[in-house]
T-cell receptor, first 115, second 114 residues
Framework: KAGVTQTPRYLIKTRGQQVTLSCSPI?????VSWYQQTPGQGLQFLFE???????NKGNFPGRFSGRQFSNSRSEMNVSTLELGDSALYLC??????????????FGQGTRLTVV | AQSVTQLDSQVPVFEEAPVELRCNYS??????LFWYVQYPNQGLQLLLK??????LVESINGFEAEFNKSQTSFHLRKPSVHISDTAEYFC????????????FGTGTRLKVLA
């Protein structure tokens, strides 16, 4: 079956702009999580959605937001972009039916560059 | 709160030599443990996981990891590495109480030399 699909793969934006990233999970997976990966901070958890509800949120400013649609596809939005938002944004999907052990399947990521 | 420490940022090793990538964690609650691998310009792939039962877990490509509760460690080992094992390896924990997030270590870059 198809894996986690993230679009676009690469993105260049200017400071102050806003950006929307998309993630299509594996068919049947209702949980979608987002992570930011940078050389300095490593992998940081942004938020997790299950059945259109945000269940957990990391320590990021309010400029970072997300949502999940009824078909489990998810989007994350970053407003008023800053240079420090340049990163690889990874999406992961899982069954996550209430057990923390469910394996997360990651997409290839969207590399965002802010200039 | 949980944290994960990967003690080595880079590990160079010759092909066919054994390797150990170290991972220690800290948590006030019980956790599940994972190792993920990331190849250049790729996402993360699950290598192996410890959920319960036997403390030694193995992957299909020869890696193994042992959960040591007293030392709060989950070191990754392979008896004989190949060039194709060159990648970045991440140790991660996830709370058993279902917080639905992973806490990752900072990663160890394994470089296999010919």
């Amino acid at each position: 079956k198809a894996g986690v699909t993230q679009t676009p793969r690469y993105l260049i934006k200017t400071r102050g702009q806003q950006v929307t990233l998309s993630c299509s999970p594996i068919s049947g997976h209702r949980s979608v999580s987002w992570y930011q990966q940078t050389p300095g901070q490593g992998l940081q958890f942004l938020f997790e959605y299950f059945s259109e509800t945000q269940r957990n949120k990391g320590n990021f400013p309010g400029r970072f937001s997300g949502r999940q649609f009824s078909n489990s596809r998810s989007e994350m939005n970053v407003s008023t972009l800053e240079l420090g938002d340049s990163a690889l944004y990874l999406c992961a999907s899982s069954l996550a039916t209430g057990l923390g052990n469910t394996e997360a399947f990651f997409g290839q990521g969207t590399r965002l560059t802010v200039v | 709160a949980q944290s994960v420490t990967q003690l080595d940022s880079q590990v160079p090793v010759f092909e066919e030599a054994p390797v150990e990538l170290r991972c220690n964690y800290s948590s006030s609650v019980s956790v599940y443990l994972f190792w993920y691998v990331q190849y250049p310009n790729q996402g993360l792939q699950l290598l192996l996981k410890y959920l319960s039962g036997s403390t030694l877990v193995e992957s299909i490509n020869g890696f193994e990891a042992e959960f040591n509760k007293s030392q709060t460690s989950f070191h990754l080992r392979k008896p004989s590495v190949h060039i194709s094992d060159t990648a970045e390896y991440f140790c991660a924990v996830s709370s058993r109480s279902g917080t639905y997030k992973y806490i990752f270590g900072t990663g160890t870059r394994l470089k296999v030399l010919a």
